[in-house]
């Protein structure tokens, strides 16, 4: 029997228009959107719809609008596929809360809403620090850490093979990029984002978050939802909120999760929410993997298709 994981997006997925053509297609999903705007006091559904591209890129609200965005498709798939059967979720850092919802370990409301101040506080954090990122190319990981540790920056993102991103102080960045570059690398990207996420910059949003969390039900998971932190499944629900303040100065081990859930037997993924990222990493860790998304009504129809 094919194992399938739901995978979810995580923050620099945002575009400007994304969810409109399935709000506008279908009533279920304009109804997820008019929910999303009464729990959370807002239009955020006009931000993604509509932009401007300055407000959305706002960590306030990229993460909540990434959330619902995913979560939409989500319902969907289930929606036109109601014998759907998956395994596991996963998400990519702020995906690991969409990956959570979905297997039932808090509401709908709760998690948007705990996102949104999740974003708000990262969002403060980046105000207080001058940090950034950056993607190396074709940089081994170990060479990728000698180069951190020289340059006084940290792993963040351990995406696929060839693909790792570093955080820390703008300045120990630009240096940590030479130093990448000196040693091999084939690009050395810096990142257009607010600051230094899943870096030790980020400690200021941990006691804001954890008090967000003790203030919501969570609840053990329906299927095995995997850590970004340990690349492992989560455990009872106390760990679950502490891995999710954890999270946001952790590296986002991806590539070992995903390599977890191969060695598991999973063949298929469903990648839920704007953009391709996680397609893409999926391609250079293991090729041979069925690898499917719903972003919007072209690639629903694609998806349905395939899984008829």
Excluded at 50 to 61: I, K, R
Excluded at 75 to 103: D, I, R
Excluded at 255 to 266: H, I, N, P, V, Y
Excluded at 294 to 299: K, M, N
Aim: overall charge neutral; glycine content about 10%.
């Amino acid at each position: 029997m094919r194992k399938t994981a739901l995978l979810f997006a995580g923050q620099g997925a945002q575009v400007v228009g994304m969810g409109k053509d399935l709000a506008e297609k279908f009533p279920s999903a304009k109804a997820w959107f008019d929910r999303a705007n009464a729990a959370l006091g807002y239009d955020l559904a006009a931000i993604c719809f509509n932009g401007p591209d300055d407000e959305l890129t706002n960590t306030e609200n990229a993460q909540p609008g990434i959330f619902l965005v995913s979560w939409v498709c989500f319902e969907l798939l289930k929606e036109k596929v109601p014998n759907l059967k998956y395994e596991a979720t996963a998400g990519l850092s702020l995906g690991e809360f969409t990956a959570l919802t979905a297997a039932g370990a808090m509401s709908f409301e709760d998690g948007l809403c705990v996102v949104r101040q999740r974003g708000k506080f990262m969002q403060e954090a980046c105000d207080t620090t001058r940090g950034g990122m950056a993607a190396i190319i074709g940089l081994e990981e170990a060479t990728t850490r000698e180069v951190c540790a020289e340059a006084g920056v940290v792993l963040a993102n351990l995406n696929c093979p060839g693909q790792l991103v570093i955080s820390g102080e703008m300045g120990k960045i630009a240096k940590a990029c030479e130093l990448a570059k000196a040693k091999g690398a084939k690009r050395a990207i810096p990142l257009p984002v607010a600051g230094a996420y899943h870096s030790p910059l980020m400690a200021g949003a941990q006691p804001k978050l954890q008090a967000e969390l003790t203030k919501i039900q969570i609840a053990s998971p329906a299927v095995p939802v995997i850590s970004n932190v340990t690349a492992q499944a989560h455990g009872a629900p106390a760990d679950i909120a502490a891995r999710l303040v954890g999270q946001v100065t952790s590296s986002v081990l991806w590539e070992k999760s995903m390599c977890g859930l191969l060695a598991q037997g999973f063949t298929r993924f469903i990648e839920l929410g704007p953009g391709t990222a996680l397609s893409g990493f999926m391609k250079r860790i293991d090729k041979s993997a069925q690898m499917l998304n719903v972003a919007d009504t072209g690639s629903l129809e694609i998806t349905l298709k395939a899984l008829a």
